[in-house]
């Protein structure tokens, strides 16, 4: 790891371990609670899946006629599971890349790139992990035709798939991969001096949704005019799919118990390191209040030493081991918690207070407060 990297994660860490941990665990319960919306979506998604009643799709005009009003108008939410075909006098699309008959083409081309340190030792695989989107050049074309779903058994009815608010994934095959070697540049040699990521190849891919699959299509199904048509649920995280409803129970079953316990656990950890916390911030407050008021005792006992008592101590009556090490004239009155060394005199001391860092003289350990020791 570079000294770049190095200094990011330290940044890193101590940020995280701010407060006593306060930030971890404000990130643990910011995750926990992450956790808990996606179980209960999960879970919502799950009993609305479950309550769905799998139809054939001959038999979807019967559904519709006999639930809501008498008009049939009111969308039920069901399951249909059918093969794509194009609908009466439809269009098909024709991708270049595969050259296959589809409704749903969807290409992609993005730019890899290659990480080198460089004459200069650099690397920037810690920021590309959060900086990677910034990158990454990625073009995306999607197109798709009009198709309806039939039953191959029974081909008196047709369900119309409608995909214009469809925000869930579709059940794309890829048809089409290739990888084009970029060529070098004055301005690729430049990059690979300095150590920063420079394009090695472009990654072209074409999907497609080709006539005849077999997918299970879950959503609102309604008559509009003459047809039957079904559109997404914006509430479940699918609308398309090759999984049947079972497996889609199964699936969200899985989701959902994986959801619970992450969210439990991490709940468990956010509020032990918050209890850790306050206990700590709590025990920080009490020991500065302590060391205050010590400190105002200290002051106030420094300040009743009479002018006596001070010039016999500078006359020379006091012996060598008893003298401050810091001016070496007065005796050795105050001693350093929580390190416990008597080494300088009272007025001393108070300088050594004065510092940014406080440290003991003889052992450099932190000073939190002073105490004045009397000879008798």
């Known amino acids: 790891m570079s000294a770049r990297d190095r200094e990011t994660a330290v940044a890193l860490a101590r940020a995280a371990a701010a407060l006593d941990g306060a930030v971890v665990g404000l990130g643990t319960a910011a995750l926990a609670v992450a956790s808990w919306v996606k179980y209960l979506a999960a879970s919502g998604a799950l009993r609305r899946i479950a309550a769905a009643p799998v139809v054939a799709i001959p038999d979807l005009r019967s559904l519709l006629s006999g639930e809501g009003d008498g008009d049939g108008d009111e969308p039920v939410f069901a399951a249909v599971r059918g093969h794509v075909r194009v609908p009466p006098r439809g269009k098909f699309l024709v991708p270049p890349g595969s050259g296959e008959h589809c409704v749903v083409a969807k290409h992609t081309q993005m730019c890899l790139f290659n990480e080198w340190r460089g004459i200069f030792g650099w690397t920037f695989d810690l920021h590309a992990l959060f900086f990677k989107s910034l990158k990454e050049q990625i073009t995306t074309s999607f197109r798709w035709v009009p198709f309806v779903l039939v039953d191959p058994e029974n081909m008196t009815g047709m369900l119309h ?216």
């Open 161 to 376: 798939v409608k995909l214009d608010r469809a925000m869930q994934p579709l059940p794309l095959t890829t048809v089409y991969h290739k990888l084009i070697p970029v060529e070098s540049t004055p301005y690729t040699l430049f990059q690979t001096i300095i150590g920063n990521g420079y394009p090695i190849a472009l990654l072209d891919e074409e999907k497609i949704l080709p006539i005849g699959k077999e997918i299970t299509a879950i959503g609102f199904c309604r008559k509009n005019k003459a047809s039957v048509e079904i559109s997404s649920c914006p509430e479940i995280p699918f609308f398309l799919s090759e999984l049947t409803k079972d497996e889609m129970e199964a699936e969200l079953s899985s989701r959902a118990r994986t959801l619970f316990w992450a969210s439990v656990v991490l709940g468990t950890v956010s509020i032990c390191l918050l209890g850790f916390a306050t206990y700590r911030s709590w025990r920080k407050i009490k020991q500065r209040r302590e060391a205050r008021q010590a400190q105002e005792i200290f002051r106030q006992t420094t300040d009743d030493v009479t002018e006596g008592e001070s010039s016999d101590e500078e006359a020379g009556e006091v012996g060598d081991g008893q003298l401050c090490v810091i001016c070496l004239r007065r005796r050795r009155r105050a001693a350093f918690i929580p390190c416990g060394h008597l080494v300088c005199c009272c007025n001393c001391a108070l300088i050594v207070e004065r510092h940014v860092e406080p440290l003991c003289p003889m052992c450099r350990q932190d000073i939190r407060f002073m105490i004045r020791i009397y000879g008798n």
